[in-house]
Structures are given as structure tokens and as C-alpha cells.
């Protein structure tokens, strides 16, 4: 007991010296693992648009051997970086790039330090996502895809506006759990130099000494930081359901409706009837004479559209 | 003569080693209502599904307005926007509600604007008396309810066909009705409409041409009142005499 009142003081005392220091070392680890979840959120989402384009035996080869090649490249992008520790992969990525190009490409300064440990955190995320949306995506109903191919959307469509959204709201739980991974393990960029969270322990400890109490600090910093994300991402989940009730509309319907007038042409209802259709089945025999004026009869005139609008208003 | 909107020519197709369809050749001319009917599996619902290009035809042409839509000279999507879709268990899309599932089409693909989407959508919702549930979801309205807004969704398209893949099978017996009443409206206003039904007493009243399908091949075809009333072949006896039956 004594040893735990011991242990407030000094982590009260060491707090009081270098808050500054590690409310840094949060906005640092804060900023890295929210941008790297929503690039790695993209990059995931991209790889599962890529990944489920459809084709069939009766395409061009050339077509399906680009489909296979792009699926080829995304598996093995998925499969290396997740594959792979991200501590290598930092020191692969900041040191191997200026290697293979003479220095022409570096990470140098503070800059230097933040793109790379962006690109790598956002690249290692991306490759988790992409699984994950592909899973989102398998777990939407075939008939969302047939819905909408069925009104003539192309895979793009069908993907930005029916499945994906459905897919995302299914996700949203793996989304959570990385950007909570993300937290945490952005702490092995320390490797590069990025000032996040734990490297700031790591500065600190070397000057005083105090591992334990600094360490005590940053595991409550980390949990508390951890479990807001996930209490955030559990209300933005409810808030994707929406409401459980909805409004019945009485009021302006008539109106809206009314006035719709169909410039190119009338609705399938007022088009044609069924004796202009039965006159039409004769007219193959007959002639061409009696349905042509039954049909420009039964088509509202622009006066009559007019005057529907007014009087619904 | 007046030339067919869809015409099918020697339409065959097989998964694997099993052949669906067989051989299928018929018109649909402006105005028609066509019932397809027979046993399950007797590939109704394939040939239905064929002709939208949601399954590719194994060898024959689909010819739409004189334009062969199987040898590729006319984009799928561009040939589904045409021709409407209703299906069996819905699909209504589920992060939707009534009202964007209605006008998503007709923004995406046929680049209306959004009033303009939104007045139309209107318009076929209010048909078929499903305007009040603008802002529900999928999920909180009925299946024949839901059907509704299927079919106002595949109407706000304007398209020049409309399919109808078993549209009453899903639904519970009550709500039958409400849908068989929006279509049978349908028909009576001239949409030219292809039914794959299992409802003998709407394929009765309400087609101009009846289509009876038995084990991939078009077994017989005719005025619902030669099929329905003088058989001629024994398939069809069967079939119709258990239906009666029941």
C-alpha cells in the first residue's frame, strides 16, 4: 500500500516536470494513428473495389489477364505487409528508399520523419482494411449487387453507392480495432525518430531514471486515450443506424408529384392503354390508321399537365 | 408489321454440364404482358435473368429494338437501364430509405438532377400508393410494401420493359394482393411487362400471351385462353391439372 502512495507522488512529480513532454508525445501518437486509419481506411476500401471486379469467361483475355494482374498485385501487397513486422518495415522503408535511389529520395528533418512514418503506418493499415472490406463486401447480400445492376449502375456505382456504405457500417467494428491497434502500435516508429507517446517515455527515463512511474503514466495515458476511441467509434457506429422510426409523409406529396410533367415523354401509365394495345396487336393485321389517333388522344396535353399541377397546388 | 421490342433467338444456357435453357426463341412485342409459367426449375426464372444479362447466355442473341444486345454492340448497364427489374426477394437497397432507393438510378445513371429525380420518384411512389413511407427504411416497412417500392424504383427508370421475377413468391398470402393490384394497373395502362409467376389466376386475367416453360425448352404458347383453356399439349394438362387441383 505504502508502495502505491509512493508511486502517486512520483508520478505526480514526474508529471508536474514533463507534462508538456508527453501531452506532445499524445497529439503526436493522437494525430499519426487517426490519419493512418482513415488513409489505411481508403487504401482498404480500393484494394476491395479492385478486388471484386467482376468478369466472365466471355470477356477479352486482355481484360481478364488485367483483372488478374490487379488482383495478383493487391494479394501480394496484402500478404507482405501483413506478413511483416512494421518496426522492419519502418526501418526498411526510411532506410532502403535513399539506398536504392543514391539519396535522391530521403526523409530528412522532422517532415522527413512524419511522411514516412505515415506512409508506413497508412500502408500497413491499408493492407489489414483491405481483408477486412473484403470480408464487409462478401457479407453484403447478392441481390444489393443485382439491385443495382439491374437499374443499370456499373461496378463503380454499384460500389460507391450500394455496397460499399452497407459494407462500411459491417466494418465499422474492424475499423475500430485498428485505429485502437494504430494507438498503440505507432510506438515502434520510435525506431525512426517520430516523437509519439512512447518515445517521449523513452527521452524522459533517459534523463531521471524513473521507468516505473513514467511507464505507470503512460499506461494510463494509453488506456484512456484507447477507450475514448472506442466509446467514439461505438456512438458514430449507433449514429450509422439511424433512427429506429420514421415519419409518415402526407403533406406535399400531391403537389411534387403534380407537377412532375415529363418533358421527354408521358409515364408508362398515360403512354398507351390496354385497347390502344390491343389495337395495335390488330393494326399488324389492319392498318396503321386507328391506333396512331387513339394514342395522341390518350396523351396528355401540355395544357391538361398544367392545370393537374395547379390544381394539386 | 410492327417490329418486336425483345426478340430472342435460340437462347440456350447450361451451368457447367447442366443446360438451364434450351433452344429459346419468342417475341415481346410494345404493350404485351406475357406470363411465363411452370414447374420450379423449369428455367423461368434463368431465362428472365438472361435477358437482363444478369446471367450471360450460353449461346443465342437477344435482340432489343433491332439492336443485338448479346454480341456487345450495346453496354449492359446502358441495356438495363432500358429494361426494369423486379425480383423475387426485393433488393431494395438497404442503406437507403423509399425515397433515395427510387431516385439513386435515375441520378447515377441517367444524370438527372436531383429535383428532377426526386419529383419523378414521387410520382411512381405515389402510383403505387407508397408516398407516405418516403423517409422509411427497407427494413421497417412490409414485403409487399417493399415490393412496391420495388416496382415504383424500376418505373422511375421509364423503362421500355419491365421483368417481373416471381414478384408475389416472397410475400405472405395477404399481401399478394396489393402488388397483383399495382401490376394489374400496370398492364391495363399499356406497360409492356414479362411475368415469371406462379399466380395462375393474374397470368389468366391480365396477359395477352402466356408462355408454359417445361425442363428448359418453351413447351407451349398462346393466348391465356387457348393455354388455360384448351391445353394441347399433355405437359401442360398435367401441369394446369394441378394447379387446379389445388
Known sequence: MERIID?????????????????????NTLILAFIATLAGGIIGFICGILNTIPY???????????????????????????????????????????????????????????????????????????????GGILSIDRGQTEGAMAIGMNHIQTMTSVIMPQALRNIMPQVAN?????????????????????????????????????????????LAMTFTA?????????????????????????????????????????EQNREVAHMENEERINSEYVAENHFISQTPSAEQTETIGKGAQ | M???????????KSFGNHEILRD???????????????????????????????????????????????SGAMSPTTYRAKVGMVFQSFNLFANMTVLENCMAGQIKVLKKSKDEARACALH????????????????????????????????????????????????????VGEVLSVMKKLANDGMTMLVVTHEMAFAHDISS????????????????????????????KDFLARFIER
Open chain 1, 7 to 27: 508511486l502517486g507522488h512520483d508520478m505526480a512529480r514526474i508529471w508536474a516536470q514533463y507534462y508538456p513532454a508527453y501531452m506532445t508525445g499524445v497529439r
Open chain 1, 56 to 134: 466472365s469467361k466471355n470477356d477479352p483475355a486482355v481484360k481478364r489477364g488485367f483483372i488478374a494482374f490487379i488482383r495478383a498485385i493487391v494479394r501480394i501487397y496484402v500478404e507482405f505487409f501483413r506478413g511483416t513486422p512494421m518496426v522492419l518495415q519502418a526501418v526498411f522503408i526510411f532506410y532502403g528508399l535513399p539506398y536504392f535511389t543514391f539519396n535522391k529520395v530521403q526523409f530528412t528533418g522532422n517532415s522527413g520523419i512524419w511522411i514516412a512514418s505515415l506512409i508506413i503506418v497508412s500502408i500497413n493499415t491499408g493492407a489489414y482494411m483491405a481483408e477486412s472490406v473484403r
Open chain 1, 178 to 222: 485498428n485505429f485502437i491497434i494504430n494507438i498503440k502500435d505507432t510506438s515502434v516508429m520510435f525506431i525512426i525518430g517520430f516523437m509519439d507517446l512512447f518515445a517521449q517515455h523513452r527521452n524522459i527515463v533517459g534523463i531521471n531514471y524513473a521507468f516505473f512511474p513514467s511507464a505507470a503514466i503512460e499506461m494510463l495515458i494509453y
Open chain 1, 230 to 270: 472506442s466509446c467514439l467509434l461505438r456512438f458514430i457506429e449507433k449514429r450509422m443506424d439511424g433512427n429506429d422510426n420514421y415519419e409518415l409523409v402526407l403533406a406535399d406529396i400531391a403537389t411534387a408529384a403534380g407537377n412532375y410533367n415529363f418533358p421527354n415523354k408521358g409515364t408508362p401509365f398515360d
Open chain 2, 2 to 12: 410492327t417490329e418486336p421490342i425483345l426478340k430472342i433467338n435460340h437462347l440456350s
Open chain 2, 24 to 70: 429459346i426463341d419468342f417475341n415481346v412485342y410494345k404493350g404485351d404482358v406475357t406470363s411465363i409459367i411452370g414447374m420450379s426449375g423449369s428455367g423461368k426464372s434463368t431465362l428472365l435473368r438472361c435477358i437482363n444479362l444478369l446471367e450471360t447466355p450460353t449461346s443465342g442473341d437477344i435482340i432489343f429494338n433491332g439492336e443485338n444486345i448479346t
Open chain 2, 124 to 175: 411512381y411512389l405515389d402510383q403505387v400508393g407508397m408516398a407516405p413511407y418516403i423517409n422509411a427504411k427497407p427494413r421497417q416497412i412490409s414485403g409487399g410494401q417493399k415490393q412496391r417500392v420495388a416496382i415504383a424504383r424500376a418505373l422511375a427508370m421509364s423503362p421500355e420493359v419491365l421483368l417481373f421475377d416471381e414478384p408475389t413468391s416472397a410475400l405472405d398470402p395477404e399481401m
Open chain 2, 209 to 236: 400471351k402466356v408462355v408454359f416453360m417445361n425442363k428448359g425448352v418453351i413447351c407451349e404458347e398462346g393466348s391465356p385462353y387457348e393455354l388455360f383453356g384448351n391445353p394441347k399439349k399433355q405437359e401442360t
